[in-house]
């Protein structure tokens, strides 16, 4: 999936790895928006902040992060255990096509892009004990590549099978853990990918449910 940051669902990172208030709360371009938001559904009655939508080369909205719970912060030693999140990936349902000026072409969007986008945004808020400041770009960058590889095999030994309300109505999802959280991802009736990736908060019990306002997120 062809984005201007293949890590758009983040919010850019401050000094010490905190996402900057600013970015997060930003609700404009959600607005922009032609498709629909996913958030958990009602059941969850913690926090709720906006993270940071993605856009494509030819500048439309194809995915954003609604996160829920305690906002994580990078590193995870000594908070990983007390840290419960789960962060909301919606992407629209787009066919590949070409971009506006007609010179390239955007792919396709899929249920392995929600997991790709899932697994990377998991990542971003992961740093492995004992790992030196210097190393983690290099096994961030390997850790990516391996999300990708997971994503584009959904009916591979990684995934199980997961089914959750998504707006009230049974939904499968591909689901997968790891010492760093977990990641699931499937589609909605209204024609958009749902991902979703978390740490202390058990995904068997989760509901996904459309957001009706966006705009009531803003801070």
């Known amino acids: 999936m062809e984005t201007t940051s293949r890590v758009g669902a983040q919010a850019p990172a401050a000094e010490g790895g905190q996402p900057l208030p600013s970015a997060r709360r930003t609700v404009d371009g959600y607005l922009l928006a032609p498709f629909p ?40 030693e000594g908070t990983e255990d007390k840290e419960k999140f789960a962060v909301v990936v919606t992407v629209a349902g787009n066919p590949a096509r070409r971009t506006a000026d007609g010179t390239g072409l955007l792919e396709a969007t899929s249920v392995s892009s929600a997991a790709w986008l899932a697994g990377v945004g998991l990542l971003s808020f992961t740093w492995p004990g004992q790992m030196d400041h210097t190393l983690r770009d290099d096994w961030l960058e390997q850790q990516t590549e391996t999300a990708w590889v997971l994503a584009d095999d959904l009916a591979g030994d990684d995934w199980s099978t997961l089914s959750l ?22 589609s909605t009736q209204e024609g958009v990918h749902v991902g979703a990736y978390g740490r202390g ?17 803003a801070a």
């Open 37 to 76: 938001w996913y958030g958990l559904d009602e059941a969850f009655t913690g926090p709720r902040w906006l993270m940071q939508v993605g856009m494509a080369a030819d500048g439309a909205v194809e995915h954003g992060s609604i996160g829920h719970g305690d906002e994580p912060s990078v590193r995870n």
């Open 165 to 186: 309300p998504v707006d009230g109505v049974p939904t499968p999802f591909h689901y997968r853990e790891s010492e760093f959280g977990w990641v699931l991802a499937g």
């Open 201 to 217: 908060m058990s995904a068997y019990g989760l509901g996904f449910a459309m957001i009706k306002d966006i705009a009531t997120y």
